[in-house]
């Protein structure tokens, strides 16, 4: 397995971006708002739904990966506490809402319904692996009828 490199600049890119990243572990404080740079960084344990295959299988794998930011603007959080930077978090979606073309607001969107919102002046964004595959034994789930 190849690391994953992809970039997004809009919102179909947005939702390939979503879809790789669901159920992504972080801790509070592997958020990073470089403020000077007008950067939003996220180090995350990604979930490799690409070589999850069938569920019966035994292993599943995690994978340390950064997910980007860029052109921003503002940043706020909903839900999140952080003044406690372990707290960990599990990301469950993505979606970008255009505002005035091409600015819009990204929204990180977290189980338990904690929201981080990041204003951008248009979507630049990356997901990028930064090592190697490690095993886990479960496979998140999701009961929705």
Sequence with gaps: MTDLRLLALDSEDLEVLSAHLQDAILK????????????????????????????SRRLFERRRAALRFDRVVRVRATGIPRDRPDTVLELLALRFTETEAPSGVVEAIFAGGGVLRIEVECLEAGLADLGAAWATGSCPEHGVA
């Design 28 to 55: 509070v404080g592997d958020i990073h708002w470089r403020a000077d740079e007008k950067r939003v960084v996220l180090a995350v344990n990604r979930f490799v739904w690409e070589s999850a295959g069938e569920k």
